[in-house]
């Protein structure tokens, strides 16, 4: 009897397979999401053009003392940037409340993805748009009239601005994950993005404040976000850094400020990220 051995077929095991980076397509899915076409990207861009081109004009001819009418302008318009940034934020989580309710984010909570990649692809998205409406708002303001001292300072500037859209869209996130629909959560939104405008040195110094009212301004992220814009793109030398710390070395007040800033940062965004996930887990 002759016995014949047939050879098994090798079988190729792929090993170390290029691991799947959702960043780049959960950002690219908000963004598709938020700028349906080209009429939704012009709709946030309105906003920051009113202000520079017919608002600033018009409050700086009718309040400013004579010859300051171009710094009231350049004070007014990153007033107006601590403004757009928590706005725009905040609408940014309407967005992501309606994904959960009537979208696809139940696919993604399944998805083999860790769920703070949605949490933090949202917030790049969000960080774009805010992004184009701060280009948008300066580069009008300066055709308009306003003057910003460019020098090496502007990087806290983009500091400030960068962490203040961390801190309020971490809140935006968290909004969105506990409250359970649009009409609560578009309650809740002026107490976040309107409410601090008013106090945090916006349009007068915190000074200006009853005493109370001064110490609680000097807790909110936006005041001192608003000193950092203040110091980096005027010549005020670090006024309203003072007015928050009461020192007299300009820098580091300004690292002081972005250090308040980066510290609600990080909680924002790391709450926001574990009530995202607890939210999908249930």
Known sequence: MTTITIPAPSVSVTRGAPRVRPLPALTARR??????????????????????????????????????????????CLATAGLLIPLNCMFSGIGVLLDR???????????????SSIVTGNLVAAMGITTLQL??????????????????????????????IVVTYGI???LSTRLTSVEEYTAA??????????????????????????????????????????????SDRGRALHNIWGMSNDVAMA???????????????????RLFTKAGRS
């Open 31 to 76: 963004l598709a999401l938020t700028v349906r076409s080209p009429r939704s990207l012009l709709v946030p861009l309105l906003p920051p053009v009113l202000f520079a081109l017919v608002v600033a004009p018009a409050l700086a001819d009718s309040v400013a003392p004579p010859g300051h009418r171009t710094a009231y302008m350049t004070f007014f």
């Open 101 to 115: 309710q009537h979208g696809a984010m139940r696919e993604l909570l399944v998805a083999p993805i860790p769920r």
């Open 135 to 164: 280009v948008v708002l300066i580069g009008a303001s300066v055709l308009r009239g306003a003057d910003y001292q460019a020098s090496a300072r502007v990087i806290w500037f983009v500091a400030g601005a960068g962490l203040l």
């Open 172 to 174: 935006a996130e968290i």
């Open 189 to 234: 939104l002026p107490a976040v993005a309107i409410v601090p405008f008013f106090f945090g040195g916006s349009l007068y110094p915190i000074t200006a404040l009853p005493g109370w009212l001064e110490a609680a301004a000097k807790v909110l992220p936006l005041t001192h976000a608003l000193a950092l814009f203040r110091f980096a793109l005027t």
């Open 255 to 273: 690292a002081l400020s972005l250090g308040v800033l980066a510290a609600y940062g990080f909680l924002a965004i790391i709450g926001a990220i």
